[in-house]
């Protein structure tokens, strides 16, 4: 079993012991009167996408409090880092982590969170091109209240075909110059700051400058050109 496979199971583990709701009450203007039973008349781990996604959108603040939300989650985590809902969008379904204050639940699930997000994005920056894509991905994370340095740390590798191509595509359409483009970023968030700064501020062309001297491959030497080429055209002496 692979880390992320194992990093999913041990969050069902964790969270099984969260009771199954009897109901999940609802704003009446915003939820019909047991649409919960869909919901509920499986394991949690069995309810589809399609029928979970309403539930998700609506969960914390119209549709059920933190023990429903804690009761779906290991679900709702996995559906959204596999951008199986057509909406909402992943940046949103983790930002409901803040809104539930998982920081301060038990230290073993809090772990269990963790591992599950930072699985997801070792799982993400080794295959290329994912569902969601990369901007998505640490827009979400970022979204949980998560610092962003080890996350950072870890893409500074660059030792992955895929991890050089994730930078491109993150350098060529997530990023300005002047600002992170996900609508989803709350740039009042540290961790915008933190991978603004990342891209801006020098350890993004450090970590290309050195994967360009170790590599020996036409077609990455050329994404890393482009990334290094954007970066230091792009780059602001400060921000706004």
Known sequence: MSGW?????RMYDVFGHVPRPERVAGCPHCVEPGEERCLLAQPVDSVEAESLARYAAKALTTWGGVTEFRYFLPRLLECA???AFSYPDPEIVFGK???AGWRAWSEEERDAVTEFLSEWWHETLGHHPVRPPIDTVLCALAATGMDLTSFLNAWSGLDTDASIRHLHDFVMTGWSGRRLTNAFWN???PAYEQAFTWLAGGPAAAAVEAAFARQSREDLLELLAAIHTAITLRSPHSRP
Do not use: F, G, I, Q
């Open 5 to 9: 496979e194992a990093a999913k199971a």
């Open 81 to 83: 880092a596999a951008d």
């Open 187 to 189: 740039r009042d968030n």
């Open 97 to 99: 982590l803040s809104s």
